[in-house]
Protein backbone atom coordinates (compact mmCIF):
# COMPACT_ATOMS: atom_id res chain seq x y z
CA UNK A 1 0.00 0.00 0.00
CA UNK A 2 1.26 3.49 -0.91
CA UNK A 3 1.67 6.30 1.25
CA UNK A 4 -1.21 8.29 -0.10
CA UNK A 5 -3.52 4.94 -0.26
CA UNK A 6 -6.26 4.88 2.36
CA UNK A 7 -6.68 1.76 4.54
CA UNK A 8 -9.34 -0.63 3.86
CA UNK A 9 -10.79 -3.68 5.13
CA UNK A 10 -9.28 -5.44 2.83
CA UNK A 11 -6.17 -5.37 5.10
CA UNK A 12 -6.57 -7.55 8.22
CA UNK A 13 -4.84 -5.08 10.66
CA UNK A 14 -7.70 -2.76 9.54
CA UNK A 15 -10.63 -5.66 9.67
CA UNK A 16 -9.60 -6.35 13.35
CA UNK A 17 -9.50 -3.16 14.82
CA UNK A 18 -12.80 -2.61 13.48
CA UNK A 19 -14.17 -5.63 15.07
CA UNK A 20 -12.25 -4.86 18.08
CA UNK A 21 -13.86 -1.21 18.52
CA UNK A 22 -17.33 -3.04 17.51
CA UNK A 23 -17.32 -5.88 20.34
CA UNK A 24 -16.48 -2.60 22.46
CA UNK A 25 -18.95 -0.81 22.40
CA UNK A 26 -21.56 -3.82 21.73
CA UNK A 27 -20.57 -4.25 24.92
CA UNK A 28 -20.97 -1.22 26.52
CA UNK A 29 -24.30 -0.66 24.69
CA UNK A 30 -25.85 -4.13 26.56
CA UNK A 31 -23.97 -2.74 29.91
CA UNK A 32 -26.01 0.43 29.54
CA UNK A 33 -29.33 -0.97 28.45
CA UNK A 34 -29.80 -2.53 31.81
CA UNK A 35 -28.95 1.05 33.44
CA UNK A 36 -31.99 2.55 31.77
CA UNK A 37 -34.31 1.94 34.60
CA UNK A 38 -37.66 4.37 35.92
CA UNK A 39 -35.35 7.24 38.18
CA UNK A 40 -31.96 6.83 36.57
CA UNK A 41 -30.01 9.39 35.99
CA UNK A 42 -28.60 10.35 32.24
CA UNK A 43 -25.77 12.17 33.38
CA UNK A 44 -24.61 9.24 34.90
CA UNK A 45 -25.14 6.96 32.03
CA UNK A 46 -23.50 8.78 29.95
CA UNK A 47 -20.75 9.61 32.17
CA UNK A 48 -20.97 5.02 33.06
CA UNK A 49 -20.64 4.57 29.35
CA UNK A 50 -18.07 6.57 28.43
CA UNK A 51 -16.10 5.43 31.27
CA UNK A 52 -16.84 1.87 30.24
CA UNK A 53 -15.58 2.67 26.64
CA UNK A 54 -12.30 4.23 28.03
CA UNK A 55 -11.79 1.00 30.22
CA UNK A 56 -12.46 -1.39 27.50
CA UNK A 57 -9.92 0.12 25.11
CA UNK A 58 -6.90 0.44 27.80
CA UNK A 59 -7.25 -4.25 27.58
CA UNK A 60 -6.10 -3.94 23.92
CA UNK A 61 -3.72 -2.97 21.53
CA UNK A 62 -1.32 -2.47 25.16
CA UNK A 63 2.09 -3.08 23.69
CA UNK A 64 1.36 -0.29 20.79
CA UNK A 65 2.10 2.77 22.64
CA UNK A 66 1.36 4.97 19.55
CA UNK A 67 -1.82 3.87 18.43
CA UNK A 68 -4.70 6.45 19.07
CA UNK A 69 -7.85 4.72 20.98
CA UNK A 70 -10.68 6.95 22.43
CA UNK A 71 -14.38 7.78 22.14
CA UNK A 72 -15.37 8.18 18.56
CA UNK A 73 -19.06 9.54 19.92
CA UNK A 74 -20.23 10.77 23.26
CA UNK A 75 -22.85 8.80 25.24
CA UNK A 76 -25.78 10.32 24.31
CA UNK A 77 -29.48 9.21 25.60
CA UNK A 78 -32.36 11.03 23.74
CA UNK A 79 -35.74 10.10 25.26
CA UNK A 80 -39.29 10.36 23.61
CA UNK A 81 -38.75 13.23 21.19
CA UNK A 82 -35.75 14.27 21.77
CA UNK A 83 -33.96 13.20 18.65
CA UNK A 84 -30.64 12.96 19.36
CA UNK A 85 -27.22 14.31 20.92
CA UNK A 86 -28.79 14.98 23.85
CA UNK A 87 -25.48 14.27 26.46
CA UNK A 88 -25.68 17.22 29.33
CA UNK A 89 -22.35 17.34 31.03
CA UNK A 90 -22.40 18.32 35.05
CA UNK A 91 -22.62 22.25 34.12
CA UNK A 92 -26.28 21.16 32.70
CA UNK A 93 -29.04 20.11 34.03
CA UNK A 94 -29.99 16.72 34.67
CA UNK A 95 -32.78 14.50 33.56
CA UNK A 96 -34.62 11.30 35.33
CA UNK A 97 -35.59 8.54 33.18
CA UNK A 98 -39.28 6.86 33.63
CA UNK A 99 -40.65 4.08 33.60
CA UNK A 100 -42.52 3.48 30.01
CA UNK A 101 -40.01 6.39 28.49
CA UNK A 102 -38.39 5.23 24.64
CA UNK A 103 -34.92 5.99 24.91
CA UNK A 104 -32.01 6.28 22.52
CA UNK A 105 -28.69 5.35 23.42
CA UNK A 106 -25.95 6.41 20.82
CA UNK A 107 -22.18 5.97 21.14
CA UNK A 108 -18.59 4.91 19.60
CA UNK A 109 -15.13 4.11 19.87
CA UNK A 110 -12.32 4.35 17.89
CA UNK A 111 -8.94 2.72 17.46
CA UNK A 112 -6.52 4.23 15.65
CA UNK A 113 -8.85 6.21 13.73
CA UNK A 114 -11.00 3.03 12.77
CA UNK A 115 -14.47 3.64 14.29
CA UNK A 116 -17.42 2.02 15.14
CA UNK A 117 -20.52 3.12 16.32
CA UNK A 118 -24.13 2.12 17.89
CA UNK A 119 -27.56 3.46 18.53
CA UNK A 120 -30.29 1.43 19.92
CA UNK A 121 -33.94 2.14 21.09
CA UNK A 122 -36.19 0.33 23.81
CA UNK A 123 -38.85 1.34 26.10
CA UNK A 124 -38.23 1.23 29.96
CA UNK A 125 -39.83 -1.63 31.68
CA UNK A 126 -40.76 -3.56 28.44
CA UNK A 127 -40.97 -7.15 29.15
CA UNK A 128 -43.08 -9.80 27.81
CA UNK A 129 -45.97 -9.15 30.37
CA UNK A 130 -45.91 -5.62 29.72
CA UNK A 131 -45.72 -4.70 26.04
CA UNK A 132 -44.71 -1.92 24.10
CA UNK A 133 -48.58 -1.04 22.34
CA UNK A 134 -49.57 2.02 20.09
CA UNK A 135 -47.72 4.60 18.30
CA UNK A 136 -44.73 3.37 20.39
CA UNK A 137 -44.68 0.27 19.28
CA UNK A 138 -45.45 1.42 15.25
CA UNK A 139 -41.98 3.45 15.79
CA UNK A 140 -39.75 1.21 16.78
CA UNK A 141 -41.00 -1.32 14.47
CA UNK A 142 -40.46 1.16 11.71
CA UNK A 143 -37.16 2.07 12.53
CA UNK A 144 -36.03 -1.20 13.43
CA UNK A 145 -37.10 -2.56 9.79
CA UNK A 146 -35.84 0.31 8.04
CA UNK A 147 -32.34 -0.50 9.41
CA UNK A 148 -32.70 -4.03 8.72
CA UNK A 149 -33.70 -3.15 4.84
CA UNK A 150 -31.23 -0.38 4.62
CA UNK A 151 -28.81 -3.52 5.65
CA UNK A 152 -29.63 -6.15 2.99
CA UNK A 153 -29.41 -3.21 0.51
CA UNK A 154 -25.40 -2.41 1.56
CA UNK A 155 -23.78 -4.29 -1.14
CA UNK A 156 -21.23 -3.47 -3.81
CA UNK A 157 -23.23 -1.82 -7.08
CA UNK A 158 -26.39 -0.20 -4.60
CA UNK A 159 -26.56 3.50 -5.20
CA UNK A 160 -27.64 5.49 -2.27
CA UNK A 161 -30.44 6.95 -3.24
CA UNK A 162 -32.08 2.98 -3.50
CA UNK A 163 -31.42 2.77 0.70
CA UNK A 164 -33.16 6.36 1.05
CA UNK A 165 -35.95 4.99 -0.78
CA UNK A 166 -36.51 1.60 1.12
CA UNK A 167 -36.47 3.74 4.25
CA UNK A 168 -39.15 5.78 3.57
CA UNK A 169 -41.45 2.85 2.10
CA UNK A 170 -40.83 0.87 5.76
CA UNK A 171 -42.19 4.13 7.93
CA UNK A 172 -45.01 4.35 5.77
CA UNK A 173 -46.11 1.12 6.20
CA UNK A 174 -46.25 2.31 10.28
CA UNK A 175 -47.32 5.59 9.35
CA UNK A 176 -44.30 7.22 10.30
CA UNK A 177 -42.01 9.33 8.75
CA UNK A 178 -37.82 9.48 8.80
CA UNK A 179 -36.30 12.53 10.42
CA UNK A 180 -35.99 15.42 7.20
CA UNK A 181 -32.01 15.89 7.06
CA UNK A 182 -30.70 12.95 8.81
CA UNK A 183 -27.30 11.16 7.23
CA UNK A 184 -25.96 8.42 7.31
CA UNK A 185 -21.81 8.52 6.11
CA UNK A 186 -18.82 6.44 5.04
CA UNK A 187 -16.83 5.54 7.71
CA UNK A 188 -12.88 6.67 7.24
CA UNK A 189 -9.67 6.16 9.36
CA UNK A 190 -10.45 9.48 11.44
CA UNK A 191 -13.40 10.82 9.99
CA UNK A 192 -16.93 9.97 11.16
CA UNK A 193 -18.42 11.82 8.39
CA UNK A 194 -16.62 10.30 5.21
CA UNK A 195 -17.25 11.40 1.71
CA UNK A 196 -19.57 8.96 0.92
CA UNK A 197 -23.33 9.61 2.11
CA UNK A 198 -27.08 8.44 2.33
CA UNK A 199 -29.77 10.65 3.17
CA UNK A 200 -32.72 9.38 5.14
CA UNK A 201 -35.56 11.88 3.65
CA UNK A 202 -34.08 14.20 1.32
CA UNK A 203 -34.64 18.05 2.59
CA UNK A 204 -33.80 21.79 1.71
CA UNK A 205 -30.19 22.32 1.16
CA UNK A 206 -29.48 18.38 2.23
CA UNK A 207 -31.05 17.22 -0.75
CA UNK A 208 -28.42 19.76 -2.71
CA UNK A 209 -25.65 18.85 -1.20
CA UNK A 210 -25.92 14.65 -1.03
CA UNK A 211 -24.10 13.24 -4.61
CA UNK A 212 -25.14 10.35 -6.00
CA UNK A 213 -23.18 7.56 -4.78
CA UNK A 214 -22.58 4.02 -5.07
CA UNK A 215 -21.26 1.54 -2.21
CA UNK A 216 -18.11 -0.56 -3.13
CA UNK A 217 -15.94 -3.29 -1.74
CA UNK A 218 -14.12 -2.64 1.36
CA UNK A 219 -16.19 0.32 2.18
CA UNK A 220 -17.28 0.89 5.59
CA UNK A 221 -20.63 2.60 7.17
CA UNK A 222 -22.53 3.85 9.76
CA UNK A 223 -26.16 3.22 8.84
CA UNK A 224 -27.87 5.75 10.81
CA UNK A 225 -31.76 4.90 10.89
CA UNK A 226 -33.85 8.05 12.82
CA UNK A 227 -37.97 7.47 12.44
CA UNK A 228 -40.94 9.67 14.15
CA UNK A 229 -44.63 9.00 14.82
CA UNK A 230 -44.94 13.01 13.83
CA UNK A 231 -43.73 15.03 10.74
CA UNK A 232 -40.34 13.97 10.92
CA UNK A 233 -38.70 17.99 11.75
CA UNK A 234 -36.58 17.98 13.62
CA UNK A 235 -35.89 21.47 15.63
CA UNK A 236 -33.81 23.22 18.17
CA UNK A 237 -35.11 24.06 21.18
CA UNK A 238 -33.61 25.79 24.32
CA UNK A 239 -31.41 22.43 25.02
CA UNK A 240 -27.79 24.10 24.71
CA UNK A 241 -25.09 22.45 22.45
CA UNK A 242 -22.68 20.27 24.63
CA UNK A 243 -21.11 17.80 21.55
CA UNK A 244 -18.48 19.47 19.12
CA UNK A 245 -16.11 17.93 16.37
CA UNK A 246 -13.10 19.74 15.26
CA UNK A 247 -12.83 21.27 11.59
CA UNK A 248 -9.70 21.67 9.32
CA UNK A 249 -10.28 25.57 9.14
CA UNK A 250 -7.62 27.68 10.36
CA UNK A 251 -7.90 30.91 12.04
CA UNK A 252 -5.90 32.70 15.02
CA UNK A 253 -8.21 32.44 18.41
CA UNK A 254 -7.80 36.00 19.75
CA UNK A 255 -9.24 34.96 23.58
CA UNK A 256 -6.58 32.90 25.72
CA UNK A 257 -9.92 30.34 26.85
CA UNK A 258 -10.62 29.84 23.58
CA UNK A 259 -6.85 28.84 22.40
CA UNK A 260 -6.47 26.89 25.58
CA UNK A 261 -9.75 25.41 24.63
CA UNK A 262 -8.92 24.82 20.67
CA UNK A 263 -5.08 23.95 21.88
CA UNK A 264 -6.92 20.79 23.80
CA UNK A 265 -8.93 19.72 21.40
CA UNK A 266 -6.26 19.19 18.60
CA UNK A 267 -3.74 17.88 20.75
CA UNK A 268 -5.77 15.14 22.84
CA UNK A 269 -9.01 14.70 21.12
CA UNK A 270 -8.11 15.38 17.32
CA UNK A 271 -11.03 15.08 14.72
CA UNK A 272 -13.58 12.80 16.60
CA UNK A 273 -16.99 14.34 18.12
CA UNK A 274 -16.65 15.23 21.96
CA UNK A 275 -18.74 16.33 25.10
CA UNK A 276 -17.48 19.63 26.93
CA UNK A 277 -17.82 17.11 30.14
CA UNK A 278 -14.17 15.82 29.27
CA UNK A 279 -12.93 19.45 30.66
CA UNK A 280 -11.94 19.79 33.96
CA UNK A 281 -13.63 23.31 34.35
CA UNK A 282 -16.46 23.15 32.35
CA UNK A 283 -17.60 26.86 32.75
CA UNK A 284 -14.01 27.99 31.10
CA UNK A 285 -14.62 25.07 27.89
CA UNK A 286 -17.99 26.51 27.70
CA UNK A 287 -16.54 30.47 26.95
CA UNK A 288 -13.54 29.09 24.68
CA UNK A 289 -15.76 26.79 22.59
CA UNK A 290 -17.90 30.45 21.85
CA UNK A 291 -15.37 31.59 19.44
CA UNK A 292 -14.03 28.29 17.63
CA UNK A 293 -17.63 28.02 16.49
CA UNK A 294 -17.77 31.29 15.78
CA UNK A 295 -14.82 31.12 12.90
CA UNK A 296 -15.61 27.29 12.50
CA UNK A 297 -12.74 25.83 14.11
CA UNK A 298 -14.67 23.14 15.47
CA UNK A 299 -18.58 23.02 15.03
CA UNK A 300 -21.72 21.69 17.10
CA UNK A 301 -24.33 18.69 17.11
CA UNK A 302 -27.21 20.59 17.89
CA UNK A 303 -30.01 18.91 19.87
CA UNK A 304 -32.49 18.10 18.12
CA UNK A 305 -36.09 18.04 19.09
CA UNK A 306 -39.44 16.62 17.91
CA UNK A 307 -43.66 18.44 18.93
CA UNK A 308 -44.07 17.44 22.30
CA UNK A 309 -46.03 14.21 22.43
CA UNK A 310 -44.32 12.52 19.37
CA UNK A 311 -42.02 9.79 19.64
CA UNK A 312 -38.68 8.90 18.03
CA UNK A 313 -36.76 5.42 17.22
CA UNK A 314 -33.14 5.09 16.50
CA UNK A 315 -31.06 2.05 15.24
CA UNK A 316 -27.30 2.85 14.04
CA UNK A 317 -24.88 0.25 13.41
CA UNK A 318 -21.60 -0.27 11.37
CA UNK A 319 -21.69 -2.08 8.32
CA UNK A 320 -18.64 -3.67 6.64
CA UNK A 321 -19.04 -4.19 2.74
CA UNK A 322 -17.18 -7.98 1.70
CA UNK A 323 -17.36 -10.20 -0.93
CA UNK A 324 -19.60 -11.83 1.34
CA UNK A 325 -22.20 -9.63 1.61
CA UNK A 326 -22.57 -6.57 4.14
CA UNK A 327 -21.41 -7.57 7.51
CA UNK A 328 -23.01 -5.73 10.68
CA UNK A 329 -20.12 -5.11 13.40
CA UNK A 330 -22.61 -3.38 15.91
CA UNK A 331 -25.87 -3.27 17.29
CA UNK A 332 -28.03 -5.18 19.53
CA UNK A 333 -31.01 -6.97 18.33
CA UNK A 334 -34.57 -5.82 19.15
CA UNK A 335 -37.21 -8.40 20.26
CA UNK A 336 -39.95 -7.86 17.59
CA UNK A 337 -42.32 -9.73 19.76
CA UNK A 338 -42.52 -7.39 22.61
CA UNK A 339 -44.49 -4.39 20.17
CA UNK A 340 -47.80 -5.20 19.41
CA UNK A 341 -49.76 -3.57 16.40
CA UNK A 342 -52.21 -4.12 13.95
CA UNK A 343 -50.38 -2.80 11.64
CA UNK A 344 -48.47 -6.45 9.91
CA UNK A 345 -45.64 -5.49 7.51
CA UNK A 346 -46.80 -9.07 6.06
CA UNK A 347 -49.61 -7.12 4.83
CA UNK A 348 -47.54 -5.12 2.72
CA UNK A 349 -45.43 -6.98 0.39
CA UNK A 350 -42.85 -4.70 -1.73
CA UNK A 351 -42.06 -3.61 2.17
CA UNK A 352 -41.45 -6.96 3.37
CA UNK A 353 -39.02 -8.01 0.39
CA UNK A 354 -36.95 -4.90 1.33
CA UNK A 355 -36.93 -6.47 4.84
CA UNK A 356 -36.25 -9.91 3.81
CA UNK A 357 -33.97 -9.42 0.79
CA UNK A 358 -36.55 -11.83 -1.40
CA UNK A 359 -39.07 -11.02 -3.73
CA UNK A 360 -42.80 -12.53 -2.77
CA UNK A 361 -45.82 -13.18 -4.94
CA UNK A 362 -49.02 -12.95 -2.81
CA UNK A 363 -49.87 -16.53 -2.95
CA UNK A 364 -46.53 -17.36 -1.44
CA UNK A 365 -46.86 -15.80 1.84
CA UNK A 366 -49.42 -17.11 4.47
CA UNK A 367 -51.43 -15.15 5.74
CA UNK A 368 -50.20 -15.55 9.49
CA UNK A 369 -46.17 -15.79 8.32
CA UNK A 370 -44.20 -12.53 9.83
CA UNK A 371 -40.65 -12.08 9.88
CA UNK A 372 -38.78 -14.10 12.73
CA UNK A 373 -37.94 -11.76 15.77
CA UNK A 374 -34.76 -11.24 16.66
CA UNK A 375 -33.44 -12.64 19.23
CA UNK A 376 -32.39 -11.42 22.26
Not at 8 to 35: D, F
Not at 174 to 186: A, T
Not at 274 to 293: I, P, Q, S, T, Y
Request: proline share 4%.
Amino acid sequence: MSDTEEPTIAQNSVLTKYKTGAEIVNRVLEKLITSCVDGASVQAICREGEKLIQDELKKVYRKDKDLSKGIAFPVCVSINNCINHFSPPKSEDDVAIKDGDLVKLDLGAHIDGFISVVAHSLVVGANKDNKITGRKAEVMLAAHYAAEAALKLMKPGTENSAITSAVTKIADVYKCNPIEGMLSFQLQQNRIDGDKMIQQLPVGSVRKDVERATIELNEVYAIDVVISTGKGQGKEMDTRVSIYKKTDEVYSLKLKCSREFFRKVSKELGHMPFNLRVFDDEKKARMGVMECVTHKLVTPYPVLWEKPGELVAQFKYTVLITADGPQRITGLPLDVSLCQTDIKLEDHLAALSLVTGEEKKAEEVPAAAAPAPAQT
